[in-house]
């Protein structure tokens, strides 16, 4: 079961947003994924509680940020529930999309997960809704994903197959380039993988 600890940063200016603690295993149902994230200071900022189905649908969403929640799940496309800080407002929204998506790194595995790509896959467009810290507003995107390159690594542990995707914003052309191993992220815009206390799970 990984276990480790994600730098955050803001992408244009590299600005320090934070670090994220997970730990994430496949399951019974396909996979999960739960973190906490703390700001620079050690304060606490918010969780990520998200399981997969085996074909990489979300079975169930749990996020927290700055009092505000949403819950959400695979469900006539995209369904979920976010309430406000006081617990008193609660929205209801339902999109024909395939993925939530966010800042936590949990996402970029999980839509790797339900894409499935090969090298020879060709690019891959897929709707996600991403929910915006702090307030965690949905915003509808579409995305293009490619897997253009996997190779293996040697390790102490065996070989590790690291896969490289480049992903695009389709409404800004945006190209940026994310690298995974299994369920865990090495590298990518805004995130650095700090530290790993056990090897990733396979892809």
Do not use: K
Request: proline share 8%; aromatic share 6%; charged share 20%.
């Amino acid at each position: 079961m990984p276990r480790g600890r994600y730098s955050l940063h803001d992408v244009h200016d590299h600005t320090p947003l934070g670090e994220e603690h997970f730990h994430c295993a496949p399951g019974p149902s396909g996979w999960r994924y739960i973190s906490q994230t703390t700001a620079p200071s050690g304060s606490h900022l918010g969780s990520v509680d998200l399981t997969l189905d085996e074909l990489g649908r979300p079975l169930r969403l749990e996020l927290h940020s700055a009092d505000w929640q949403v819950r959400g799940a695979a469900l006539e496309g995209l369904t979920w529930v976010r309430t406000d800080p006081t617990g008193t407002h609660a929205t209801e929204g339902n999109v024909r999309a395939h993925a939530f998506n966010g800042t936590s790194p949990a996402f970029l595995v999980a839509t790797a997960r339900l894409l499935r790509l090969t090298p020879a896959s060709p690019e891959t467009r897929v709707r996600v809704v991403t929910f915006t810290d702090p307030v965690l507003a949905p915003r509808t995107l579409d995305q293009s994903w490619a897997l253009v390159n996997s190779e293996a690594h040697p390790t102490d542990n065996g070989p590790l197959t690291v896969d490289e995707y480049q992903v695009s914003a389709l409404d800004t052309g945006e190209r940026h380039t994310i690298h995974l191993a299994g369920d865990v992220v090495l590298a990518a815009p805004g995130i650095e993988l700090e530290d790993l206390e056990s090897p990733p799970s396979d892809r």
